[in-house]
């Protein structure tokens, strides 16, 4: 297993855990996780909430869009960074709007999305034709 796949299960598994930790803020997934036993959490909420979670979904951006370069998949490449890119924008450009939770729901439900798919089928690079 390569450092980008494990840097992007990593960065999207940590996302999750850091917004189970936030019951104020996400309802559905601090339910969750307090099922979990993870309700321990809630003490380190701001800090997961404003420093851990931006960081990891720009972890996740940043590998994904590493491996949709390396990859030149695009419908995978899409899939990959659209996640990230609706969590910040959920987190950092549109947290005042009341439909910014429904945006970072869809973003970490695409987080894992393509996790799990990375694993159930792995991408191969573009090979080049062989040449008689």
Known sequence: MSVTHVLDKTSSFGALVAAM?????????????????????????????????????????????????????????????????AVLAALLAFWSHDWSIYLFYVGIALMLVASILDLLRPVRAVQCPASN
Request: aromatic content about 14%; overall charge positive.
């Open 21 to 85: 930790s936030c019951a104020g803020c996400f309802p559905a997934l601090g339910s969750l996780g307090a099922a979990l036993g993870l309700g321990f959490l809630g003490q380190y909420e701001g800090f997961l909430f404003r420093k851990l979670l931006p960081g990891l979904a720009v972890l996740a951006l940043l590998v994904n869009a590493w491996a949709w370069y390396r990859h030149r998949q695009f419908p995978r490449g899409l899939l990959s960074v659209a996640g990230p890119i």
